[in-house]
C-alpha cells in the first residue's frame, strides 16, 4: 500500500520554542494531507485539513496562528508548532490519501511524540 | 461525533479468532464502513473496508449485516501483535478523506 513517512518520531523542546513536524506521502500525490491529534489514553482528534497550493482549514478550537501548517508541494505538508508549551505535548499524527468516493483508504504517518518541557 | 459505536475493550486467546463488534445504525446507503487499528505509540493502520458485501484480505475478515446497521472484524486466528485498539469508521462519501475517529475497541490478546 502507499506509504506516508512522518519526521520526526520523537521531539522534545523546551517551551517557547517552536517544532516543525513533516509529512510526506512517499509514493503517490497529495493534494490533501490531514493533521491529527491524540493525547495519552484518547482517540484521535482532527485538527487541520492541509491543501497543496491554498491556505489550511481548522477545525473548531484549533489555532491557525499557533498551528502553522504548509503544503508547499504534493508530496510534503509541515504542521510547525510555535511557541509551544506543556500542553501541547502530545502524539501528533498526518493522513493522506482515501478522497473522493470513499472506496479509498487513507495511509497514516508513524506520528510524532512532542514533549514540551 | 463518530458514527459508530464500539465495546470499550476485548481480551481473545492467542490463536483463536478475534470477532470485534461494530454498531453503525445511521449508515447511509453510499457510506463504507471502514477499520483501522492503532498500536500502541504507532499511527493507525488500515485493516479494511466494505459497503454491503462481506470482504476478506490477508489481515482479517470483515461481516456486514443485509441491513447495513452493523458489522464484525474478524481476525482468524490472532496473534500477540494484534494487540491494538481497533476502530470502526464510517467514511463520509465524497470527503477528501479525513477520519472521524471514536473510542475503538482496545483488544488484548492473551498468551
Known amino acids: 500500500g502507499a506509504v506516508v513517512s512522518q519526521h520526526p518520531s520523537r521531539v522534545i523542546c523546551k517551551s517557547g520554542t517552536s517544532v516543525k513536524i513533516e509529512c510526506r506521502s512517499l509514493d503517490f500525490q497529495a493534494t490533501t494531507m490531514f493533521w491529527y491529534r491524540q493525547f495519552p489514553k484518547q482517540s484521535l482528534m482532527l485538527m487541520a485539513t492541509s491543501n497543496e497550493g491554498s491556505k489550511a482549514t481548522y477545525e473548531q478550537g484549533v489555532e491557525k496562528d499557533k498551528f502553522l501548517i504548509n503544503h508547499a508541494s504534493l508530496t510534503l505538508s509541515t504542521l510547525t508548532v510555535t511557541s509551544a508549551h506543556p500542553e501541547d505535548s502530545s502524539f501528533y499524527i498526518c493522513s493522506a490519501g482515501g478522497g473522493g468516493s470513499g472506496d479509498t483508504e487513507a495511509f497514516f504517518g508513524q506520528g510524532t511524540r512532542l514533549t514540551v518541557v | 461525533d463518530a458514527k459508530t459505536t464500539q465495546p470499550t475493550s476485548m481480551d481473545c486467546a492467542e490463536g483463536r479468532a478475534a470477532n470485534l463488534p461494530c454498531n453503525h445504525s445511521?449508515?447511509?446507503?453510499?457510506?463504507?464502513v471502514y477499520w483501522y487499528r492503532q498500536i500502541h505509540s504507532q499511527g493507525p493502520q488500515y485493516i479494511i473496508h466494505g459497503l454491503k458485501n462481506n470482504e476478506t484480505n490477508e489481515m482479517a475478515s470483515l461481516i456486514i449485516t443485509e441491513d447495513r446497521k452493523s458489522s464484525t472484524l474478524i481476525l482468524p486466528h490472532a496473534t500477540l501483535r494484534d494487540t491494538a485498539v481497533y476502530y470502526c469508521?464510517?467514511?463520509?462519501?465524497?470527503?477528501?478523506?479525513?477520519?472521524?475517529f471514536g473510542k475503538g475497541t482496545k483488544l488484548s490478546v492473551k498468551p
Open positions: 469508521i464510517v467514511r463520509v462519501t465524497g470527503s477528501q478523506g479525513n477520519l472521524i
Open positions: 445511521t449508515i447511509s446507503g453510499n457510506e463504507y
